[in-house]
């Protein structure tokens, strides 16, 4: 069974940036679109970030993080990332990632991120 380990959230002031990663055990990985979730406080999962699969050609944004955020693959490294820049208070939750399309995996513990001064 596919699995995901979300690292790199912490404590950051606003304006400033992290990098999550989240290494996937599964030898199929170049071909899954994937995606970074979070969940804030109070809310329902959303999807912030989308990749397609092999060369990661495609991506997709969810407006509130369109130019702050970037989503990168590393298919040699079953690695998926996040760089996260000019974060905002409102960016603080719990991050997630997993498969984007198609029935997707058991979600991992995530990473949380905290934006604050």
């Known amino acids: 069974q596919v699995q995901f380990v979300e690292s790199g959230g912490g404590l950051v002031e606003p304006g400033g940036s992290l990098r999550l990663s989240c290494a996937v055990s599964?030898?199929?990985?170049?071909?899954?679109?994937m995606g970074w979730y979070r969940q804030r406080p109070g809310k329902q999962r959303e999807l912030v970030a989308r990749?397609?699969?092999?060369?990661?050609?495609?991506?997709y944004y969810a407006d509130s993080v369109t130019g702050r955020f970037t989503i990168s693959r590393d298919n040699a490294k079953n690695t998926v990332y996040l760089q996260m820049n000019s974060l905002k208070p409102e960016d603080t939750a719990a991050y997630y990632c997993?498969?984007?399309?198609?029935?997707?995996?058991?979600w991992g513990q995530g990473t949380q991120v905290t934006v604050s001064s």
């Open positions: 997993n498969k984007a399309v198609g029935t997707p995996g058991e």
């Open positions: 599964e030898s199929r990985f170049i071909y899954n679109t």
């Open positions: 990749i397609s699969g092999g060369s990661g050609y495609s991506r």
